[in-house]
């Protein structure tokens, strides 16, 4: 199965949602108190998934809100500077910040982020700052959960699926659960639901669906028969480090296998596993290539330090493949 | 056509949302400066829907949030009295109040509500007071867009059609706009298009379908036009004095007329109108039929000094629509 | 021992804070469930003090802010009404309401009060709509503690005060003391004690002088024992039905008796109290007879329906002494 | 004149309000969106002041409250290590963050600073956490503008400046402006008043004094005129590069002089100013030597690149204001 995308639209993806300020331990291996260097870096999974697929040599858009300051100004000039088109990258006028994650590496297992989210300018993105002109020059739309934690920055979500949904758009909703900023369990499951049912393509974790469903014990095979009711053709779980299920429509299941590499810390692995992964679908691969494009991306970016610039290129990626590959038969 | 409801089901309809307290003025004809007594009686929209059906002979449940005080205790025994069952009435124990209307009758043409509305119960009915197990009993679910307004009672109410749906319930939504408790145009325009998306009847006027659609112009043909392409099979909308169209999904447009009748206030009108339309549509009447019953009983409705206390019989609203007929045959 | 209060000023008296509306049970002697109809009264506790005053012949003014609808246009008609000048009543512009508060009266000895006080109007009060030039033609101002519960109300009050401190008018603290309001006791307690180590005269029942010492178990003699430390000249300590204390600065001590009538209700026996014993230290009476004055007043006030209306004139209450002194005579 | 302090205390002083987090640009000399590096110091007005005098030889303790996180721990951690008394540092369990400063040193005369004060735990400490027992073992209690920004932290204050009357220990007051945490300049100047008035000693700039006064056109004739009428014995005005001036009660003036250095950065020389100032009154010099010691320890800091770190040793003090000494003397 293939998912159909309109072939002619000037982008291949625009994401909507929080694009942030990452501030990773220089000295690491040890707790935070004790780290007194810290590297700036852009952040938030949606703006980290459409650096990585511009890196990607794909055209993307950026639809949010930057805090009035130097860490917005800094945003913007960056994904602007990897290609990415900023012209909807609205500027707060209100005296919100932008958001921040502290990053502490104990250990390649044991890693930790201090967010700064009270407040924050990517919250505030109104309805009045989607544009529909914008939204149908789209192959996709990507929704990141996180951007419906509160008002209005929610309203503003669901009228960029709607106008998605009316100009043949494909949405891809990337759960990205963040619990700090939800205020209950239940809100978050009514909102993840409305937009994980109105969504062609859903990817998340086990225990993002989980989130979703409002219970600990969920199963894929739930998950999947609740959400083939409504509009989603394809739905990825990823379960760690014993790899992805991509479930479709028609019934097929695809197992991906995660790549060993050395890992120095483990954030970035989804932003940069959902930006290959979407890479491959837009470039008209199938979804078994899919799923391991997305496991090498997210293989190669846990090795380093970040994970907005770590983002690899095409060969990067399908050398790990290939590499992967030859032990694979040389095991047999 | 008419609107098929699972005949085996213990409560012809259950509501959910807000119920509180009017205060009318006794005396009338004047300012509410120069008012000096107010008379208390039960209101807000799908309460006074559930107590006019329970008044015309249907089995009706409320679910919604009351305050810890005299008045949630009044409301309670009002709407237990008249048969309206109320064991998913609860109470809230955080210090909320119950919303206050005190209305002020200048003329019959000049009517406004001075509303108390901030940090209400009702606004705080929470997802997990939400029961499967009453839900599933009930014919119809009436969604009132009031409850739409703040969270956590908005995500009770998607909870809610949630369930409905899932247990083959009909979910009727009647957009009840009161602008005083939301935030922005655009807030309003994204939850009430995501309900009405979701509902089989949709029920307002046409200036509560504007405030859906976010524009000041909107016509009949555009709403029942992008709605039709959804769940909804029936759409009625309202045009004041004009009367008002019943829109099918399978092509079918009935005109419904507004009977004259002496007015003391305007109050209560669409409330009136709803429960007798519903009444009608459970009584497994046609639509045309239906029009007729929700126009009597709004026009018994503001001829009378209450919204709850007045709503009608069957008997009423037959007895009105019949020497209504002879007077058409006179007319002829 | 006399107050020593400017005698060359416009205003006898000028209060600040709320003025409200009461919404007494016309049906008492029951639950308020029973109560189906409300009358209107003028309420609070600073805006009760100035009708009584001004009912007494003496010139007050007031400084508040009121809510731009009906309620708060009756407030500032009926103040006007009784002869208190208005001109420092500001109109809310934001949307805040006019504080409520429905009485219960289920009988003599059990009444109680449910409050509305979320977002209302007079706790807007802004330092910038205090006005010097006002001020200091008072030979009074009359602060109470409800004023303090919240910014910007509470900065109007400290502003308030500074001019009449500055100008030489004698600061009367009302402890008035309202739980909902308040946050919690140590903030209280804060805002109650810079208030009173600033006044002139201090006035309060005995459980609110404990509020403001955030304890339960005060004594008048820590209370006085502190407060003479500071500003206050008079302090006048309320126990109920056993009599009241008024103490000097000079080591003077009064005792005030309670005098028996019979009673409909206890509200507003605060502030016919207050309005009859400030009375009579303008009157330049001395504080025994002021005592009395207090305790006539509010005796003839709890036996009737209204705190506002209900205030007596100067002739009732000297008859009432007058009456009883004739007892007390007799009784020897 | 020299203020009498009390001999027999354990602590030379101990601080109220907030620690947090400066991150200073590691690449200066450049807007801060290029600055890719930050460093990590403890920041924040008394937390800078009580390290300096620690550094200084003094006994100081703090009164303050931490977030739960990995900068709260290193703050205490960091203040215990120079020497600073942290039994008092409550740490908060709400989930409150710690206040951030990002510095942006685009040239020595163009510093700002980018402030995360949003729901910061300092502004939650509450006044039950201010221990009488704790207090009255210093000789000083400095308390810090900032503190006074919001509830709970606002009251904590004024308990702790309450105590420190009744036990005979002086109370310095920094003005120590940040706009960013303040509502409305009215609000500001009552608590900024409140405070001076009840203070022995105030410190500020001329723009903080206006602050205060709620006007832009203030004379330090006017501030002292105003604050002598009440507590304060002893007022320092700043006016920047022009030099002190040290007013009395008793009616001396003294000019401080400002040294010249290579100034780096302007942030911290405030708060170096105070922890050298109060170091001479502590130590019993005069307040024309004191003058010298604060001007010492902020021409010191502002060559340097942290606030905290940087605070000088009195041989670095007494070594800068001798050198400069011969100068002058070569000068004549």
Redesign the interface.
Known sequence: MKIELHSEREFDIIAIGRACID?NA?EYNR???E??????YVGGSPANIVIGMSKLGLKAGFIGKLAD???G??IE?YMRGVGVDTTQLVVDREGH?TG?A?T?IKSPEECSI?M?R??VADLYL???EVNEAYIKQAKILLVSGTALAK??S???V??AI?LAKKNNVKVIFELDYRGYTW??P??T???Y??VAEQADVVIGTREEFNVMENRTDGSNEDTISHLFKHSPELIVIKHGVEGSYAYTKSGEVFKGYAYLTEVLKTFGAGDSYASAFLYALISNKDIETALKYGSASAAIVVSKHSSSEAMPTVEEIEHLIAEHSKEIVANQ
């Open positions: 501030l220089v707790p935070m108190e780290t007194m260097t810290f590297k700036k300051d130097q860490h100004r800094f000039q910040k921040l502290f502490e201090l700064y009270d407040e109104n309805p009045s008002s209005l929610r309203e503003a669901f009228k709607y205020v209950s239940d809100e499951s009514a909102y639901t409305l």
